[in-house]
């Protein structure tokens, strides 16, 4: 029995969904150009499809799982359960209007013609704000709607705004924030389940290992007790005497949220020789 996994075949998200792969020890590098990959050390096979099939494709059990962007799962509106943030193809879906346009509230798209390729989310967004607008439903270059006068607002993925910009476009709302996820068919057999929860174990220490630093330093042991009480760590840091008197080393790990402070803090308390190691995997 092997779990089957839907990712992109090509385009922004397939590199990453790769690299998450191979970051979880599954190694697919026989098959990325091939419709289909089975992994070599874990039971699942790889199916390479584009993004927009992967929920139906997921709904119907041709694929058990997949990785796509949220904003694919919520336009296509199939029967498929997101399971976990992947934490990468992050972007937001917004409303842009000419950079020059008087912008003071989403009323100002009532009767006004709105180009996406997001038809879904958008008649959503305008039915929750009681607007009344036309939307045009287009699938590419969305940016270009407003200057050849087919429409007069868009509606469109946004992530360094620089796509907007070279059109003369202004972001006014951003209607959902987005990243790639991992969505799953409702009905899976305990089997694959067991096989799924395998791989999002996995997941889950990888992305905790992304958000976590392994710090050691050198401390005066006058200073210990308030470096001590500086770190988090897992448990509590290790401390081990050093072979100059008078100091020890502190190892522990920080949070990628509160490091810069906390690293502050431990200079400030006299710690020295700080070391900032990347963790590969972490399993609590
Ligand atoms: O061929 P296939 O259908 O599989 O791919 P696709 O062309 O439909 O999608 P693709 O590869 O462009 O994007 C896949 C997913 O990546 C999207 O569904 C989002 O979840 C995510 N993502 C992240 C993005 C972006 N960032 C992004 N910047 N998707 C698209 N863009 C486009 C956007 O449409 C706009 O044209 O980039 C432009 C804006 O970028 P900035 O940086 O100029 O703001
Ligand atoms: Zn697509």
């Not at 979880?24 to 150009?33: A, Q």
């Not at 070279?166 to 790639?180: D, H, Y």
């Not at 490091?259 to 006299?270: R, V």
């Amino acid at each position: 029995m092997r779990l089957r996994l839907a990712i992109q075949k090509s385009g922004r998200l397939h590199d990453d969904s790769i690299k998450l792969l191979k970051e979880c020890g599954i190694d697919i590098s026989n098959g990325v150009n091939k419709l289909k990959a089975e992994a070599s050390n874990f039971p699942v096979e790889v199916f390479f499809l584009r993004d927009d099939d992967i929920p139906q494709y997921v709904e119907d059990g041709v694929a058990d799982i997949g990785f796509v962007g949220e904003n694919v799962v919520y336009e296509k509106n199939k029967e498929v359960e997101v399971v976990e943030m992947l934490g990468y193809g992050k972007c937001r879906l917004s409303i842009a209007v000419g950079r020059n346009e008087r912008y003071d509230s989403v009323q100002y798209l009532s009767k006004r013609r709105i180009a996406t390729s997001y038809p879904v989310i958008v008649t959503d967004f305008l039915k929750k704000n009681n607007i009344d607008a036309e939307i045009h439903e287009i699938s590419g270059s969305v940016e270009i709607a407003p200057g050849i006068g087919l429409a007069d607002a868009i509606c469109d993925i946004v992530s360094s705004g620089s796509t907007l910009f070279m059109n003369g476009l202004k972001e006014v709302e951003t209607i959902l924030k987005s990243e790639a996820v991992l969505i799953r068919n409702p009905l899976l057999k305990e089997e694959q389940l067991k096989i799924l929860n395998k791989l999002l174990f996995r997941i889950q220490s990888v992305k905790k290992a992304k958000n976590n630093k392994y710090v050691l330093l050198n401390a005066p042991n006058e200073n210990l007790e308030e470096i001590i009480g500086l770190l988090p760590g897992m448990k509590s840091p290790t401390v081990l005497p050093l072979a100059q008197a008078g100091w020890s080393s502190v190892h522990s790990v920080l949070n990628e949220n509160d490091f810069w402070e906390i690293i502050e803090k431990l200079k400030e308390a006299g710690a020295q020789g700080i070391l900032v190691v990347p963790i590969e995997k972490m399993i609590v």
